[in-house]
C-alpha cells in the first residue's frame, strides 16, 4: 500500500500522475490530507509537474479541480480512482457517461462547491481596518463548509483591485496588497471583529432596499444560510425587517395607487383589426384604449356628430355614454327624439386627453387630427345617407364644412351638407357640464336644435 499526500488539487496533480506512470491502481493508494502549512502568505504558485503525461478531457479536468475543494476526505481517493479508469481502464469518455456512480458522486460534489464559491462571492463583509504601518486594510472573515479560498478569491481581486483587503477562514487566508494576491495555510479562530463606519450606512442601505411585499422566510434561509449570519452586518436588521413585513405591506397598500383599466390598451391587435380599429393616420391611437365607432340604422334620417370620445366611451367602446351622453339622452327626450332611431357618432374616432391626478381629461382634437380622421366621417355618411345632420360642437362643425364656425352664430342659420343633407350646427352637451350660469340657456338651446334637425330629417 502507498500513501500519497495531498493538501489541494496543485499538490494532488503531479502526485496522481506519477502514481499512474508506475500503474499503481486506486486499491494500493492510501491518500490521506497532511497537516496545514505553517508558510504566512506564500505567493500562488503553479501546479508542479511530475509523473507521467496522461491526458484528460478537460471537462474531467475541470470536475476534478472543483471536488478537490470539497471537504469530503474520501475526495483524493475517488478523484485518482477516476483518474485511473480514464487512463488505464480504457473509459476515455467516462465523463460523458451521466449514469456512472462515481461521476454523479463528482458532480454533486462540483456542484456543492461551486454554491459554496456562490454564497462566499455575495456573503463577505469587509470591515475597514488598519495595519501595522497604519493604512487601510479591509478585512472580512468567512467560514465555508468547503476549501474554497483559492477559488473564490481571484473574484474579489478582480473586483477590489484598487483596496488592500484581507480574508480570513478557519483554513486559510488570502491577501492581496494591490499588486499580488498571496495565501496563508495557518489555522486561524474567528476574530474579534469592531464596526466600522461604513457598517451603519450599509444596514440603513439593506433596509431601505428590503421588499417586504417579497419576504419569503423559507427561501431567505435556503439563499441566505443563517450560518453565514454571524458575519453579515446587516442580519442585526433581519429579525425587526421581517417582524415589521406584514405592517408594512398594509400601509403600502393602502396608499398605492390603483392602475386604472386604461393603462392597459383593450383595441384589437393591429394584425387582427381593421377599418378604423387599425387606423394609424394620426397619434391618437397610441393612447386610446380602442376606437369607437359611430351607432345607430344605416340607413337613418337623422345623424348626429360630436366631436370625439371621452373617457367612459373610449373604456365601452360607444359613443355618448358618459356624462355628456347622459346630458344627450335627456335632451333627445325632451326634443321627442328615440335614440335607436339616429346613427350617433363623433368626428374624431379616438379618445385625446390629458392625465391630471389620476383622471385623464378631454383635450381638445387638433384640426389635423380631425383631418386625418375624415376619412371615416365620409364612409359613414356615404352608409347612413341622412337627409339632417346635427354638428354638435365646434369641432364636428368644423369635420362637416373644413370651416370654422362659431356656435352662437351658425345656430339657426341655412346651411347645407356637400352630400345634399341639411346641416344644423348646435353646442356639445359637455358645454352644458362646463357652463355655469349659462347651463340653462345652453341646454335649451340644444333641445331646440334637436327638435329643428328632426324636423329637416
Known amino acids: 500500500m502507498k500513501s500519497a499526500a495531498a493538501r489541494d488539487y496543485a499538490s494532488w496533480r503531479p502526485r496522481a500522475r506519477g502514481l499512474l506512470a508506475e500503474g499503481v491502481p486506486p486499491e494500493e493508494v492510501g491518500w490521506y490530507e497532511p497537516g496545514r502549512g505553517a508558510s504566512l502568505f506564500a505567493h500562488e504558485a503553479g501546479p508542479g509537474m511530475s509523473g507521467g503525461k496522461a491526458r484528460i478531457a478537460r471537462a474531467l479536468a475541470e470536475l476534478l479541480e472543483a471536488c478537490s475543494c470539497h471537504a469530503d476526505p474520501e475526495r483524493w481517493a475517488l478523484m485518482y480512482r477516476v483518474l485511473w479508469r480514464v487512463v488505464h481502464g480504457g473509459e476515455r469518455h467516462l465523463v460523458q457517461d451521466a449514469a456512472d456512480a462515481d461521476m454523479l458522486r463528482i458532480r454533486r460534489m462540483a456542484r456543492a462547491v461551486d454554491r459554496e464559491v456562490h454564497k462566499m462571492h455575495a456573503f463577505v463583509r469587509f470591515r475597514e481596518t488598519q495595519d501595522e504601518s497604519g493604512e487601510s486594510l479591509y478585512v472580512a472573515w468567512f467560514e465555508p463548509e468547503h476549501d474554497i479560498l483559492r477559488r473564490a478569491a481571484p473574484f474579489f481581486r478582480d473586483r477590489f483591485a484598487s483596496m488592500r483587503w484581507l480574508i480570513a477562514t478557519p483554513r486559510g487566508a488570502a491577501r492581496w496588497d494591490g499588486s499580488s494576491l498571496a495565501f496563508s495555510d495557518l489555522e486561524l479562530r474567528r476574530p474579534v471583529q469592531t464596526a466600522d463606519e461604513a457598517e451603519s450606512l450599509w444596514r440603513t442601505y439593506y433596509s431601505s432596499i428590503f421588499n417586504p411585499a417579497r419576504l419569503n422566510e423559507s427561501m431567505m434561509a435556503r439563499e441566505m444560510p443563517r450560518r453565514y449570519w454571524k458575519d453579515l452586518p446587516e442580519a442585526q436588521d433581519i429579525a425587526r425587517l421581517s417582524r415589521d413585513a406584514a405592517p408594512r405591506v398594509a400601509a403600502m397598500q393602502a396608499t398605492t395607487v390603483v392602475v386604472p383599466r386604461w393603462s392597459e390598451r383593450v383595441a384589437v391587435p393591429l394584425d387582427e383589426a381593421s377599418g378604423v380599429h387599425a387606423c394609424r393616420r394620426c397619434p391618437l ?125 351658425s345656430r339657426g342659420a341655412d346651411l347645407g351638407h356637400r352630400s345634399g343633407a341639411s346641416l344644423v350646427v348646435t353646442y356639445h352637451p359637455s358645454a352644458v357640464l362646463r357652463a355655469q350660469e349659462n347651463a340653462a340657456r345652453i341646454y335649451a338651446a340644444l333641445v331646440e336644435d334637436l327638435v329643428r334637425a328632426r324636423g329637416l330629417a
Open 285 to 409: 391611437w397610441e393612447h386610446a384604449t380602442q376606437a369607437v365607432e359611430g351607432r345607430g340604422p344605416r340607413p337613418a334620417a337623422l345623424m348626429v356628430v360630436g366631436e370625439q370620445p371621452g373617457d367612459e366611451e373610449d373604456l365601452k367602446g360607444e359613443p355618448f355614454v358618459g356624462p355628456a351622453g347622459r346630458v344627450f339622452e335627456r335632451a333627445l327626450a325632451e326634443a321627442g327624439i328615440a335614440r335607436d332611431s339616429l346613427y350617433v357618432t363623433n368626428a374624431v374616432k379616438h379618445f385625446k386627453w390629458q392625465l391630471r391626478g389620476k383622471r385623464r381629461i378631454h383635450k381638445t382634437p387638433a384640426q389635423r387630427e380631425i383631418l386625418a380622421c375624415a376619412h371615416w366621417l365620409e364612409e359613414e355618411l356615404e352608409a347612413v345617407k341622412p337627409r339632417a345632420i346635427l354638428a354638435m360642437g365646434a369641432s364636428a362643425a368644423f369635420a362637416l364644412t373644413g370651416s370654422k364656425l362659431g356656435i352662437a352664430a
